[in-house]
């Protein structure tokens, strides 16, 4: 098996718990992101690991049903480091498809097409968002635009499971999520600069996650209309980790209110916040002076 490594981080569920970030690997044909387990203490001393940038090889033996990949007994080979990640990617436009992720049931995220399309890029006068926070921000440097597609709706479309969701994590919905879009012959992936997936209410322990430099993210439910927590997530998509360096329960990395690399917030219209000083620097929107 052939797969590059991402590193995902989950927004923690509850106040004082620690986020959570969990070492993937995307499969080349975009299908499948395993749950990477028992890398060996010195895989990466010669290459430090970089999200996004390393591609390996597992025995297939070693590939476990349940999405998971022991490197360890999968004798796990690096095999460049050399993969693009978008952290390298400043273009001032960047364009998002949303996709409401819907079940065999018919179970899928609560609100319409429409209130998520106001609600992430401002379509109907939604005051803070995706779009505007960055605009914001950047001093419109980047703007976060909706993705065309035929079935969507100013940037947000419908993707049916052939599945049940009932008792599935979220990383198991996501993998099902990216066969189904796979599955759609007129669909091009590679067109659009994120992809979001809204789920439902049904996996638990989740709020949302994103891969660093990656090209995902994932929401449960009205997570997806909070400003904070989808400059956050987004943010892991361009490069950023979190503003905290403190592992510590009661003031870990997630507890940073600095910026929107640190806490997230539950306001629909707040807070108006950008970045800290370090992240604003990476992005390079401002001049030195």
């Known amino acids: 098996l052939f797969c590059t490594l991402y590193m995902s981080h989950s927004l923690p569920v509850a106040n004082g ?12 044909d975009n ?21 996004g940038s390393i591609r390996i090889s597992v025995l297939n033996s070693c590939v476990y049903d349940n999405d998971y990949i022991n490197m360890t007994a999968g004798d796990a080979e690096m095999l460049g480091s050399t993969v693009s990640n978008r952290s390298a990617d400043t273009k001032a436009t960047r364009t998002v498809i949303v996709m409401r992720v819907i079940d065999s049931r018919g179970v ?13 890029f401002g379509i109907d006068g939604d005051v ?14 980047l703007q976060f635009a909706p993705g065309v597609y035929r079935t ?5 479309m419908d993707l049916t499971l052939s599945a049940s969701t009932e008792g599935m994590t979220a990383g198991s919905v996501e993998n099902l999520a990216r066969a189904a879009m796979g599955a759609i012959s007129d669909f091009n992936q590679n067109a659009y600069d994120h992809i979001m ?25 009205q997570w997806a209309t909070r400003p904070s927590a989808l400059m956050h997530e987004l943010g892991h998509n361009l490069g950023h980790l979190h503003s905290g360096d403190d592992e510590s329960e009661e003031n870990g990395q997630y507890t940073d209110t600095s910026g929107m690399m640190g806490f997230s917030y539950t306001s629909d219209e707040g ?10 620097w990476y992005f390079g929107w401002y001049s030195s002076r």
């Open 17 to 28: 718990s620690q986020t959570i970030e969990t070492l993937r690997c995307k499969t080349d």
């Open 31 to 51: 299908i499948i992101m395993y749950t990477v387990t028992d890398v060996p203490t010195n895989f990466f001393e010669e290459t430090p690991f970089l999200s």
């Open 108 to 120: 899928g995220p609560t609100l319409s097409k429409k209130v998520f399309a106001n609600k992430i």
């Open 128 to 141: 803070l968002n995706l779009s505007t926070g960055y605009a914001r921000c950047s001093g419109n440097e």
């Open 152 to 156: 969507a709706t100013n940037g947000v």
């Open 197 to 221: 997936f809204i789920l439902d209410l049904n996996p638990t322990n989740f709020i949302a996650y994103a891969y660093t430099n990656g090209q995902i993210s994932v929401f449960q439910d």
């Open 271 to 280: 807070p108006k916040m950008c970045f800290n000083a370090a992240k604003s």
